[in-house]
């Protein structure tokens, strides 16, 4: 795993092989935005130790959607350390191990990706403490917003720190080669509409779910996606 530094003394990155998470601090308060895969507990712990905090600090994990590489160490973490597990309502069944991940509808280029993803060790059923609709304010980042983001999974969310100007937006968005939609979506013209509604909210960060932070014509690369998407 490597950490990597997005905002000083506030986000910083935990890259994984597959995916990644990110770790935003209030002070000593700590927000866990994805949980990376079931064996990442150890190092989300270590990364959080080497930056001089205390895990017993994680007050929160938002967890952007339900897919193995986002949710995985979310219930270890949160039954060590006592923090509060939030998802959207729709998303909330299959992270609890309730109802099946939902099938995506894969273009022919995305199949050999998405049977790589799936090396990825499954996540255990793991406890969702509080259920999103889209539009809740959470006490984070100066007022964290909730914006319902469906097409990736049905239950998809971005989450916008507009005091700072930072979005995160889950497979919302991708940036593996460039900007663009995320891939293994369950409804492509739903996600398209969903990044149209991101980009709109103009961030000077977007923090992906997968490839680098974009911090420099933000917005106007999440605006270009739009019309730049594969076929």
Request: aromatic residues 4%; charged residues 20%; proline residues 9%.
């Amino acid at each position: 795993m490597d950490l990597v530094e997005v905002l000083p003394d506030r986000l910083h990155m935990l890259r994984f092989p597959i995916g990644q998470a990110y770790l935003w601090r209030d002070g000593e308060s700590l927000t866990l935005i994805d949980a990376g895969n079931a064996e990442s507990a150890p190092e989300i712990e270590g990364a959080i130790r080497s930056l001089g905090l205390r895990p017993e600090r994680l007050d929160r994990i938002v967890l952007t959607h339900c897919h193995r590489d986002h949710v995985g160490a979310a219930g270890e973490l949160a039954a060590r350390w006592g923090a509060q597990v939030l998802a959207h309502r729709l998303d909330a069944p299959v992270i609890r191990g309730e109802a099946p991940v939902p099938e995506p509808v894969l273009l022919d280029w995305e199949v050999p990706l998405h049977e790589h993803g799936l090396t990825v060790p499954e996540a255990p059923p793991t406890r969702v403490d509080r259920e999103l609709e889209g539009g809740e304010e959470l006490p984070f980042g100066g007022g964290a917003r909730i914006v319902h983001a469906p097409g990736h999974t049905p239950g998809s969310i971005g989450i916008h720190l507009p005091d700072h100007g930072v979005l995160f937006t889950g497979d919302c968005v991708a940036g593996v080669q460039q900007v663009m939609p995320g891939v293994f979506n369950v409804d492509r013209a739903q996600a398209i509409a969903s990044l149209g509604k991101l980009a709109a909210l103009s961030p000077s960060i977007a923090c992906l779910g997968h490839g680098d932070p974009v911090a420099h014509d933000t917005a106007s690369l999440l605006r270009s996606a739009l019309t730049t998407t594969p076929a």
